[in-house]
């Protein structure tokens, strides 16, 4: 099973574990703000995504590629600031979902990270107990996240998208 497969799965478990307390859902775009690394594996994906999206759609795909290339072209401190350039500024919703980056996909559910803290959408589970937090936590496996750490590189999705 690859890494997306597995790290799908994990996700699914943990969101239905947390039920009522993981309030992600499509229009809720809190963690779509500001640029971070991703993987080639991950940039690969994405322009896939996008060039099945330019086929069907070639609009909305010209849309994106605007807002990537302006998201590339921001300082540091105003990129941030800035939503992802494949959010849908209407909807609010991600118009690559399909092949979103890994990081993306480990937002939401808490997540134990390499150093042993488990980090958690600051919207999500507001008043649990640490207990509550910790059942619901999203168990993926260590070799998997091991890669994903790994495959870090200099590539941002704005950098991916405006290529």
């Known amino acids: 099973m690859d890494l997306i497969h597995i790290v799908d799965a994990a996700l699914a478990e943990a969101a239905h574990k947390a039920g009522p307390w ?21 940039a690969d994906r994405l322009r896939a995504g996008f060039a099945e999206l330019e086929a069907r759609d070639s609009v909305r795909a010209a849309r994106i590629a605007d807002r990537a290339k ?4 921001l300082a540091e401190e105003e990129a941030d600031e800035t939503a992802c350039p494949a959010l849908d500024p209407e909807a609010q919703t991600c118009e690559l979902y399909e092949s979103r980056p890994l990081t993306c996909r480990l937002f939401g559910p808490p997540v134990r990270g390499a150093s042993g803290a488990v980090g958690i959408c600051e919207l999500c589970f507001e008043g649990a107990s640490e207990e509550e937090i910790a059942a619901c936590e999203m168990t993926v496996d260590a070799a998997a996240l091991a890669q994903l750490e790994y495959d870090r590189d200099d590539t941002t999705v704005a950098e991916a998208l405006a290529d």
């Open 22 to 42: 993981l309030v992600c859902r499509p229009g809720c775009a809190e963690c779509c703000i500001g640029s971070f690394e991703i993987s080639e594996l991950d």
């Open 70 to 73: 302006r998201f590339a072209q």
